[in-house]
């Protein structure tokens, strides 16, 4: 028999976490050119609290009321519209869609290329919670790479590196051949260890701690929280050229933006993750009836790697 309704993760007021439910709305139905996703894995972001606490922003994302909330998925085709090539029913596949992901279904653009309306294969290898994380971060992580060009005879220095961008930013300037130096609360020491980054406490005299790590110098620099990491390496001799930021502006440096990642960045990361070069952290997963759990903890900013929606 034909299901008629599903669920999603709605809102009928912009604000915080509270506004969060789990609501029965009907199947969506794939278009000319779209498939539909039965969902099995949502990641989330900051992002997804960020456009959805208020109406100024959410206007500025182009969302109205009632909203879905979440960008990153994972699952399987289920229906294809017509005139789609390369997408079968029962094909695996991830990808955004922007703050409607967090749902049973999504139809998204066969042939989109950007997270807010997307699907690419998930190659065997990657469980569907992994695949659910890669699309956003993944993406920012890529281009922030791409803007300091790290290689073996570097010293990075990535702030917040044990977040959702940053577990991928500092893999991938590893395996770069760079060596990185990440910031991090005391109790992320041991988890920035294990990426394959050397800890270093962020906050006041930041600069000296990571002198006294690097007596040689920092060459390049990933401020993934804010500007204090941008800072410190200019104070470090660090030239604005190889120094970027992905949440905040600083005059000079250039911020690094996930929708400006080269086309099959996206891909060439769950390659990675297929060949088991690169692993993401899943800080915690929940069910969908626990979404203001999961979307408390995320806005917490003190996640190592990514929370998931499993549906
Ligand atoms: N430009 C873009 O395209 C783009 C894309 C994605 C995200 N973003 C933005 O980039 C930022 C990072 O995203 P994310 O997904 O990595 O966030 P996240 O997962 O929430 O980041 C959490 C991490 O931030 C660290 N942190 C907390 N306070 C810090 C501080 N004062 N200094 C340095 N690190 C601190 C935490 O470390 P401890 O637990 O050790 O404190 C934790 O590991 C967000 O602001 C997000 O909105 C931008």
New binding site residues.
Partial sequence: MQQHTSRAVRLDAFGGPEVLDVQEVPVPQAGQGQVRVRVTAAGL???DW?MTADADTAARFGLSLPAGFGTDYAGVVDQVGAGVTGFAPGDRVFGGALSRAVADFVVVDAAGGTAANEAHHTPDGVDDRTAATLA??G??AS?ALAVVRPGPADTVLI????????VFAVQLARIAGARVIG???A??ADFLRELGAEPVT??DGLADRVRALAPGGVTAAID???T??AHTARELGVPDGRICT??AQVDGVS?????NAAAGALDEIARLVAAGRLRVSIAASFPVEQIRRAAEL?AG??????VVIDL
């Fill in positions: 972001n900051p992002m960020i956003i971060a993406r920012t281009a702030g917040g590196a044990g977040g959702g961008v940053g910031t991090g609360s109790a992320s962020y906050g993934l929280h804010g204090e990491t992905i949440a911020a690094a933006n996930g929708a995320q900013r003190h996640v190592h790697g990514k």
